[in-house]
């Protein structure tokens, strides 16, 4: 965010949406993003009429920065804007939200407030506000969930650009860069990504790979990986190597292989050479222990 940095109208214009799409982009890849989001998340909360928050929020930053820079409080802590920076902060922290996560291989059933489920898959993160979760019963989803939705308000799942609304419905994401995929198994699901949109019922699935929208039917009750295989069907082989890297903690060296070659089938989540096995031989593709994390892989 460094060429924002030089434009004294940027957070303003980022406050009311009025960024472009690429310098909203770009400001979301910067180290600063979920800090300022978190100040913006929580000054929203705050009512005081005839008050100019973004005048105030502007000359907070600059504080905040400062005082990063002296280690101390300056001078306009003490003046009428102190209260309200105490207030926003006060506000942060009551109403902070439930960050959940799983690591490489593990797997973790979560109850949410009104006693939905989430069962996270590896290396997948949720968050969502706890205190009100009665109004809006909103989530942020990093990788894969599994979800049982109990019937109520309007049930949001979002991940990056893309979003799933529901009522009382058992369904699951997968959602990394690039890919996400929703399947349902129960209910109704709508489900939203750019380029496209559906209503799905049981045994239909939606989803976006780079953009291309797809959608296929299945015959299951639950997710394959809750009973220790995660499953494919026509699915770009980076994608399945992704998954291998994250459930079982390695790196993968693909080399000069085709990543654009479709893999059908289901590999083990808790016996690595079975995996590899699985995958790679159908794929015709070699692989060799470079060491007990990296992998490497050749075509034959």
Known sequence: MEDNKKDNTFLARWINGKLNPKELADFEKSDEYHEYKKIAEASDSLVM???????????????IKSARKTKQLVPSWLTGLAASVLII?????????????????ETLVHILPDS???????????TYNKRSWDKQRSIKLEGEAFFKVRRGAKFEVLSNENT?????????????????????????????????????????????????????????????????????????????????????????????IDL???????????????????????????????????????GK
Not at 89 to 105: N, P, Q
Not at 116 to 126: A, D, P, R
Not at 268 to 295: G, Q
């Open 89 to 105: 902060f006060g506000i942060y922290f009551m109403f902070r939200s439930t960050t959940v996560t799983t690591d490489s291989g």
């Open 164 to 256: 799933v609304q529901v009522l009382g419905t058992e369904f699951n994401i997968r959602s990394y860069n690039n890919f996400f995929e929703v399947t349902c198994f129960k209910g109704k699901v709508k489900s939203m990504a750019e380029g496209g949109q559906a209503i799905l019922l049981p045994g239909q699935a939606f989803r976006s790979i780079h953009s291309r929208i797809e959608e296929y039917t299945f015959e299951k009750e639950i997710p394959d990986w809750i009973n220790g295989e995660s499953s494919f069907v026509r699915v770009p082989i980076l994608h399945v190597i992704r998954a291998l890297e994250d459930n079982y903690k390695l790196t993968i060296e693909y080399g000069n």
């Open 260 to 298: 654009s070659q479709e893999f059908t089938g289901s590999f083990s989540l808790t016996d690595l050479n079975l995996a590899l096995e699985t995958v790679f031989s159908a794929m015709n593709i070699t692989y060799s222990m470079k060491d007990s994390n990296t992998i490497i892989l050749s």
């Open 49 to 63: 009429p005839k008050y100019d928050k973004e005048k105030a929020y502007r000359k907070l930053l600059g504080e």
């Open 116 to 126: 939905s489920e989430v069962v996270l898959n590896s290396k997948s993160k949720i």
